[in-house]
């Protein structure tokens, strides 16, 4: 994916906004800048413990918004639905995404609504887009410096597990829910108690290993994690064990990495600790002056461990 991104949409299509590669493109308009986003959903099961492609798709449109420091405010609503799709599953899915559209404090605008032949898709895909303004500017991953803390606002990995599971259903002797969660109120009390955080990203496709890998490529720090410091529920751990799969390169949909100044982690941890969904966060890391341009880990048995970008994808429609 990182190389169709370089060698042909950014070859083709090339301008200054799209090369900086963030979670949402920031423009501004007059005096104002805002940040516009979009993605698209197709996970299979649509429905799974702890959420649903309805919400899903509303949820992951504002934390990309909320990670570049902008408040929500519209998104749109594609829908391409598979011919003979059950009435009851789509009204279902909608009120699911106005119940998450209501608990995210945005509001769905326009949208798009194609009925394509049966087989054409697996029962419905969504795309959306959306639109924030600009109240914390200046966040990116230039402006991180070494000695800067990583910090995880939850357990990592839920999200994947729970699609998985209901997908092959794979009994793992806990029901582990998907994490999807609008995280765009707990980002603000974190943005607002500081003008000491340097950069935010939501560890979604590839998890934290790649997302980490994403921020210190090709740059003149490095970024050290300790193994036990990082939080994975048992269960997410067990799954991962059974299927010989790396938990720190499965996606969440509900946590948000953080990388702040040194003296601000403690305030941090304060503020996330207070909000629903960050109550286990933690910090897992430090940005390092060695191993400039790559992520390592310091093992529980005192080795290192190098993390590389996740090559391929380790479980597919996740999200």
């Known amino acids: 994916m990182h190389r169709l991104l370089d060698d042909l949409m950014l070859k083709e299509l090339d301008n200054n906004i799209l090369r900086e590669k963030k979670d949402s493109a920031i423009l501004k308009i007059g005096n104002r800048k805002i940040a516009f986003t979009t993605d698209s ?21 504002v934390n990309d918004l909320a990670v570049c420091g902008a408040k ?4 749109s609503l594609g829908l391409i639905i598979e011919e003979g799709l059950d009435k009851f599953i789509l009204e279902k899915i909608i ?4 119940g998450a559209a209501i608990n995210a404090d945005v509001e769905v605008v326009t949208g798009d609504t194609k009925v394509v032949e049966k087989g054409s898709c697996d029962k419905i895909f969504i795309n959306t887009s959306g639109i924030g303004e600009i109240y914390y500017d ?3 991953a230039e402006c991180i410096k070494i000695g800067d803390k990583v910090i995880a606002s939850g357990p990592l990995g839920d999200h994947a597990i729970s699609v998985l599971s209901k997908r092959e259903g794979i009994q793992f002797g806990t029901t582990v829910r998907s994490d999807s969660a609008p995280l765009n109120g707990l980002i603000r009390k974190i ?10 990203r939501d560890p979604t496709r590839g998890g934290l290993g790649t997302t980490l890998n994403e921020i210190a490529g090709g740059r003149n720090f ?20 059974l299927l010989g799969i790396d938990p720190l390169y499965l996606a969440c949909e509900g946590r948000v990495i953080v990388i702040a100044a040194r003296e601000y982690e ?3 941890l304060s503020v996330m600790r207070r ?11 430090e940005v390092s002056a060695d191993h400039k341009g790559r992520v390592y880990m310091k093992t529980s048995g005192g080795g290192k461990r190098p993390l590389e970008m996740l090559s391929g994808e380790q479980l597919p429609r996740i999200c």
Do not use: N
Request: aromatic share 10%.
């Open 266 to 268: 403690g305030r941090a």
């Open 191 to 200: 943005l607002k108690a500081s003008r000491k955080v340097r950069f935010m």
């Open 95 to 98: 009120k699911s995404v106005k």
């Open 275 to 285: 909000d629903k969904y960050g109550k286990m966060a933690k910090c897992i890391g």
């Open 138 to 140: 200046g966040l990116s």
């Open 41 to 61: 959903y197709v996970v299979s099961p649509i429905f799974f413990p702890g959420g649903d492609i309805g919400s899903l798709a509303v949820y992951g449109t």
């Open 72 to 75: 929500p405010l519209f998104i």
């Open 222 to 241: 490095g970024i050290s994690l300790d193994e036990r410091a990082i939080p994975v529920r048992e269960g997410v751990r067990q799954a991962s064990e």
